[in-house]
């Protein structure tokens, strides 16, 4: 079965430290991957996509970076965390099937202290 | 760029009542999808509507895709306490393409 692995589920980090969120699906081969970060009451915002390995999109200009080392593992990270960093970060996978959306990992709460 | 709004914010529904939260895009869409969250969870899928006018059913929720494929709406009858959560729609405007989702509506529903 196809599964999508999220960690850690939550985290407190202070000011100026770095971050690394994992992300890893199994079950499927070449998936595209999606890193979206949701406010507090908020909509989700996409922050990177990669449709393969080494390749990333950014959507939006921050202190943020993403990598994917391998097929199937998607990785968010920081050198040096903002205030302004606090959220609800979920990965997402694009599922195959024909008329299915997208399969969230169940997130990392972060919050900067 | 592509906007997708969602009206209203916050939904207050009397358990056993109807109501109805919308999705408007400013592009025209490929398709439109709909995902659940529950409190302190992830979004999950519920459905994805791709043809003009598609309206599509599951148990006491009803989908409906706008004729020029620009807006949407989800209908809850009878709502019930599972209810609860917020509910997203998102749309592409070609298959394939990023996904933007709207603000979604969060619904309470008071029992």
């Known amino acids: 079965s196809q599964t999508i692995h999220q960690w850690p589920a939550t985290l407190v980090q202070p000011v100026g430290s770095p971050l690394s969120l994992e992300c890893t699906v199994e079950g499927t081969s070449n998936p595209n991957l999606y890193w979206y970060r949701q406010a507090a009451g908020r909509g989700l915002q996409l922050l990177f996509y990669s449709v393969g390995i080494g390749q990333i999109s950014s959507e939006v200009p921050q202190n943020l970076s993403a990598s994917r080392p391998q097929d199937r593992q998607f990785i968010l990270s920081s050198k040096k965390l903002l205030l302004s960093d606090s959220g609800f970060y979920l990965c997402?996978?694009?599922?195959?099937?024909?008329?299915?959306?997208?399969?969230f990992g169940s997130g990392t709460r972060l919050t900067v202290v | 760029g592509q906007q997708v709004m969602q009206i209203p914010q916050y939904q207050h529904v009397q358990e056993g009542e109807d109501f109805t939260t919308y999705c408007n895009s400013s592009t025209t869409l490929s398709n439109i999808q709909w995902y659940k969250q529950r409190p302190g969870g992830h979004p999950v899928f519920l459905i994805q509507l791709v043809k003009s006018g598609e309206v599509k059913k599951q148990k006491r929720l009803t989908f409906q895709f706008g004729e020029a494929k620009k807006n949407s709406s989800l209908h809850i009858t009878a709502t019930q306490t599972t209810d609860v959560g917020t509910y997203f729609c998102?749309?592409?405007?070609?298959?394939?393409?990023?996904?933007?989702f709207g603000g979604g509506t969060r619904v309470l529903v008071k029992p």
């Open positions: 997402a996978w694009k599922s195959t099937l024909k008329n299915y959306g997208y399969t």
């Open positions: 998102a749309g592409q405007r070609a298959a394939g393409n990023k996904l933007t």
